[in-house]
Nanobody, 114 residues
């Protein structure tokens, strides 16, 4: 059974930092390109960052320079390091794995507020 389990979401003050994790099971993690998406209340789910099987990365414009995506294939885990957080980063964050098919996690809540 495939499972992507996000963790690390929290309430953080503006300017703070968080690290999100996405632990994968039931797939050959190293074969999957992995992405982070987020969905804010009342808005559509949007792409945040992606990392390919070779380690190449891409970012949405509004997180470029503040967020960093990485992966540890030995631990079957995807990460998102988020710095200089803003209230508009408040959302549920989801990881997605894509290769021969796509898999989504259940999400982890990030709230940026003073």
């Amino acid at each position: 059974q495939v499972q992507l389990a996000e963790s690390g979401g929290d309430l953080v003050q503006p300017g703070g930092s968080l690290r999100l994790s996405c632990a994968a099971s039931g797939i050959t993690f190293s074969r999957y390109a992995m992405d982070w998406y987020r969905q804010a209340p009342g808005k559509q789910r949007e792409f945040v960052a992606g990392i390919g099987v070779g380690g190449g990365t891409s970012y949405a414009n509004d997180v470029q320079g503040r967020f960093a995506i990485s992966r540890d294939n030995a631990k079957d885990t995807l990460y998102l390091d988020m710095n200089s957080l803003k209230p508009e980063d408040t959302a549920v964050y989801y990881c997605k794995g894509r290769w021969n098919r796509e898999y989504w996690g259940q999400g982890t809540q990030v709230i940026v507020s003073s």
